[in-house]
């Protein structure tokens, strides 16, 4: 299953955060299990959909794989502000979001949140942590609903989509997909990259790995 394309299925990975915590290095460049983490997001994304996408202010570390990048709409606003942009450039009717710091996704769950979206605004999962954003599915239509929260600067993912018509996956419907590792772990910090390093150790190997061209 998780090599079929989702029909109109477009990702966006966000990449434009500062990454205090890292020393402001580009953590979609840092190794896990050998691969950058940008590049096991290729490999695992780009079977899955028809258009694949990083918002960025610098697009020089994504051109030569084959991504398009896009530049903030109106930079400062976080994974909101993010969405945003990834909403308004995809070109799909759905979009995957994703951090380029997550090394773990999951193509059989990023399906499930597909087949739970219905004419739902979004497919969120949650975990044991709460809900978790950037591993969820966007209807494109809901863009123009952004625009005002980020105008009061009510930026929190959860309190938007809290106003969305959102189906919410429950921790025990996604603990069925976490077979390989923490799917919604994120290196913020160096301490966060060895212990993923130590994950992607553990973990069997996946053939969803194997270096991939995005879709264009």
Same mark, same amino acid.
């Given at each position: 299953? +998780? %090599? $079929?394309?989702? +029909?109109?299925? +477009?990702?966006?990975?966000?990449?434009?955060? $500062?990454?205090?915590?890292?020393?402001?290095?580009?953590?979609?460049?840092?190794?896990?299990? /050998?691969?950058?983490?940008? *590049?096991?997001?290729?490999?695992?994304?780009?079977?899955? #959909?028809?258009?694949?996408?990083?918002?960025?202010?610098?697009? %020089?570390?994504?051109a030569a794989r084959g991504l398009t990048v896009y530049p903030d709409? %109106?930079?400062? &606003? /976080?994974?909101?502000?993010?969405?945003?942009? !990834?909403?308004?450039?995809?070109?799909? *009717?759905?979009? =995957?979001? #994703?951090? #380029?710091?997550?090394? =773990?996704?999951?193509?059989?769950?990023?399906?499930?949140? &597909? !087949?739970?979206?219905?004419?739902?605004?979004? !497919?969120?999962?949650?975990? /044991?942590?709460?809900? $978790?954003?950037?591993?969820?599915?966007?209807?494109?239509?809901?863009?123009?609903?952004?625009?005002? =929260?980020?105008?009061?600067?009510?930026?929190?993912?959860? /309190? =938007?989509?809290?106003? @969305?018509?959102?189906?919410? @996956?429950?921790?025990?419907?996604?603990?069925?997909?976490?077979? %390989?590792?923490?799917?919604?772990?994120?290196? &913020?910090?160096?301490?966060?990259?060895?212990q993923a390093r130590l994950k992607a150790r553990e973990a069997p190997? +996946?053939p969803q790995d194997e270096p991939a061209r995005a879709p264009r």
């Amino acid at each position: 299953m +998780s %090599e $079929q394309r989702i +029909s109109g299925l +477009s990702a966006a990975i966000l990449a434009g955060g $500062q990454a205090r915590r890292m020393g402001h290095i580009n953590k979609a460049l840092v190794t896990v299990g /050998g691969v950058p983490v940008i *590049d096991r997001l290729i490999a695992r994304l780009a079977p899955l #959909c028809e258009e694949l996408i990083v918002i960025a202010a610098d697009p %020089e570390p994504y051109a030569a794989r084959g991504l398009t990048v896009y530049p903030d709409i %109106e930079p400062g &606003n /976080g994974a909101l502000g993010g969405l945003h942009t !990834a909403l308004t450039r995809a070109s799909g *009717d759905k979009v =995957f979001v #994703c951090a #380029c710091d997550m090394p =773990f996704i999951s193509p059989p769950l990023i399906h499930h949140l &597909n !087949a739970s979206l219905g004419a739902r605004d979004a !497919a969120v999962p949650r975990d /044991g942590y709460g809900l $978790q954003p950037l591993h969820a599915i966007y209807a494109r239509r809901i863009t123009p609903l952004i625009p005002p =929260f980020i105008a009061r600067r009510a930026l929190r993912m959860d /309190g =938007f989509i809290a106003a @969305l018509d959102a189906v919410i @996956l429950p921790p025990s419907d996604v603990a069925a997909y976490a077979a %390989e590792a923490e799917i919604f772990f994120n290196v &913020n910090t160096p301490a966060d990259l060895e212990q993923a390093r130590l994950k992607a150790r553990e973990a069997p190997q +996946s053939p969803q790995d194997e270096p991939a061209r995005a879709p264009r």
